[in-house]
């Protein structure tokens, strides 16, 4: 038995088999009282002695002792207590209580051909088969209840020396001992199933994580795919689809193309820390300032592209990259001379595929930088 026990019997199955040992303590101990009093009344009422009240009296004040222990354990938070040893803790409790309850048989079991005799053997069955059936996931407190009872039962029935006291009590200790083996398979049928159900919300759990774990992955992917690794802004990749999906949907469309002026000058006399601080200056700046339908991006090294969509697509492209030129002079300080060149097809009624629009608008960069830099030029 408790090799089973130790099979199944991780914390968290001792912790499920508390709850379940004390889910119904107190209709079990009122039950309990209620039994002992039926008996009292009728072992008085036929032998007339007060001994059976004093009896009573210690069953009611251990069932109330049994029943605060059980409430105090029900109140107290799972996750802090120690589920062995409250376990063990009303295991002797019920213990105790099965003492108390053999002095019934001892003292007013005769013959059980009286009517008195019959009841306590009828009752000390009950009480005990009741107990047994109600710990399917825990047999050792009904165990621990049950064996002192019916010790006292059967050694009572024997000492009489009587052919149907020999009969019940062979019967009594045939049905207990398959009671108690039930009891016992209960158990190990509920640590399996408990186990089983743990472990399957542990995979349900892992699966979940893992799969969050892959969603993140695969947003990460396509965060590295997408976006430009220095500045955060969208790279080429992204230009290509967003470009071609506007043409395709004949939605009106501008497009600029910037370069930093000077920028080698920058990398070569102060390093390409101070290179890497401008680029990822301007990039702020362009996703700060861009407004609906505007999509800064980085095409790679120190030139940029802004797409811009809409009927007054133009317009709005025109003022977006005069700022960012008015804001790379601002933080340049005129170090260096850098500055921004730019190239910009606005949309003019012409029907372009992406390719001939990226060509016009780098044909307008060059015409640009042609005519000394730090200008727009439009194709």
């Known amino acids: 038995m408790d090799a089973i026990s130790s099979e199944f019997g991780s914390e968290d199955v001792r912790r499920a088999q508390l709850q379940s040992a004390l889910s119904n303590i107190t209709v ?7 039994i002992a009093s039926s008996a009292a009344l009728l072992i008085y009422d036929e032998r007339g002695t007060s001994f059976i009240f004093v009896w009573l009296a210690g069953i009611f004040g251990l069932n109330a002792v049994r029943l605060a222990h059980g409430l ?3 109140r107290a938070d799972a996750s802090h207590q120690d589920p062995e040893k409250a376990l063990k803790s ?37 009480i005990t088969t009741g107990s047994i059936i109600q710990s399917l996931a825990y047999w050792r407190i009904s165990v621990a209840f049950s064996s002192p009872i ?40 509920f640590c399996v199933s408990h186990a089983a159900t743990h472990q399957a919300t542990e995979l349900a759990t892992s699966l979940r994580l893992a799969h969050a774990e892959v969603q993140e992955a695969n947003e990460t992917l396509k965060r590295l795919a997408t976006t430009d690794p220095l500045t955060g802004l969208p790279n080429r990749s992204v230009f290509n689809q967003t470009l071609a999906s506007l043409i395709h ?19 070569d006399t102060m390093g390409h820390a101070a290179g890497d601080e401008i680029l990822c200056t301007l990039a702020l700046f362009m996703m700060d300032k861009a407004g609906d339908d505007i999509t800064p991006i980085r095409l790679g090294g120190d030139e940029f592209a802004v797409i811009a969509s809409g009927s007054d697509s133009a317009a709005r492209l025109m003022d977006y990259v005069l700022m960012l030129q008015q804001n790379m002079k601002d933080q340049s ?16 009624g012409k029907q372009r595929s992406a390719s001939e629009l990226f060509a016009a608008t780098d044909r307008a960069l060059y015409a640009a930088k042609s005519a000394g830099r730090d200008c727009i030029r439009s194709a």
């Open 249 to 267: 949907e004949q939605t009106p469309v501008s497009l600029a193309l910037i370069d930093i002026d000077n920028f080698k000058t920058v990398n």
């Open 28 to 34: 079990t101990l009122i039950a309990n009282s209620f």
């Open 90 to 126: 009303l295991t002797r409790l019920a213990f105790v209580a099965g003492l108390c309850w053999s002095p019934l048989p001892i003292a007013f079991l005769d013959s059980i051909d009286s009517r008195t005799a019959a009841y306590i053997v009828f009752i000390m069955a009950g």
């Open 333 to 348: 300080g005129g170090l260096h001379n850098v500055t921004l060149s730019v190239g910009l097809c606005p949309q003019d």
């Open 150 to 189: 019916l010790a006292a039962t059967i050694a009572k029935l024997l000492l009489q020396q009587n052919t149907v006291d020999l009969v019940v009590a062979t019967n009594m200790a045939l049905l207990m001992a398959m009671l108690i083996r039930s009891a016992v398979i209960s158990q190990q049928k």
């Open 72 to 74: 105090r354990l029900l």
